[in-house]
């Protein structure tokens, strides 16, 4: 499991309607870390309570000496997942990435909404995006801090 974290000040994503063809917000958060969220073959339910632990525990929140050592969930921050199936694009050959290493829909989808349950369930406020759709993510990085998280 990947997942590519940012730390925010806000953030929200949206969603193309299916009915209208218009975006619609799904998800936003106040301060705190947008995570893309990407899944492999090899990921379990076990990958994805470890990835949910490592990211409420993430300490990338300035503490009172402006050092980054403060964690989410001591920072309190908000998250917004999204899943991001091209994390796992692979472009070590030609200029077209290959998805083989990004796992199906079916596989996918239900561990990410784990990540989300098991943030929640550590206390976490958890916004979402909406799987299999398109979407925007709108967010303004604060610092900047990058930062990418493996399981």
Known sequence: MRALVQRVTGARVTSRASTDGEFVEVGSIAAGLVVLLGVTHTDDGASADKMASKLWGLRVF????????????????????????TLYGN??????????????PEVAEPLVDRVVEGLRELGATVGTGRFRTEMQVELVNDGPVTVLVET
Do not use: I, Y
């Open 62 to 85: 300035d503490d009172d000496a402006g050092v980054m050592n403060v964690s989410s969930s001591d920072a309190g921050a908000e998250v917004l997942v999204v899943s991001q199936f």
């Open 91 to 104: 472009t070590s050959k030609g200029r077209r990435p290959s998805w083989v290493d990004a796992a199906p």
